[in-house]
Each structure stands twice: as structure tokens, then as C-alpha cells.
């Protein structure tokens, strides 16, 4: 998850340097590929040298049963 200040600069930094995101439902930007999740300090230095620092910069993973669960369309609990 990443944000700035200027979310339309920021999203056009991503797509030049070939980040896939999508936009969240709290205005958050989330970052589908894996490299962004594999080197933050990357993608952090990116988004200063490109003059849009993040004001936001969070790694979240997912445990496999989860991303299981996700993929076939459950919830935890639900049987």
C-alpha cells in the first residue's frame, strides 16, 4: 500500500516504471505485482527521486490459507 500527496503524479510514476496497482475503497493505493512488495526500499526511492515522496508505505502479505480462501471465494469460518 502506498500514498502520496499528489496521487495522480504518483500513480503516473508507477505506471512508467511498470508497477501494476489498483485503487483501494479508502483512496489507498494498492500495488498488485510482487516486486513492490519483494523491495519497498526500491519502490520508496523511486517515489523521491521521481520528487513524490510517500506519505504512506506499507508491505502487507497474506498467509497461504488466506490467499486460498480469497481465491475460491470463502471467508475463514465460513464452511
Known sequence: MVN???KHALKEVLEEHGYEFEETIDG???LTDDHAADSPERLAELLVKSNQP???LR???EDLEGYFLRTIGMTR???
Request: net charge positive; charged share 20%.
Open 28 to 30: 489507498y493505493i494498492k
Open 59 to 61: 508491505v502487507i502479505t
Open 77 to 79: 469460518g465460513n464452511i
Open 4 to 6: 502520496g500527496r499528489d
Open 54 to 56: 510517500p506519505t504512506l
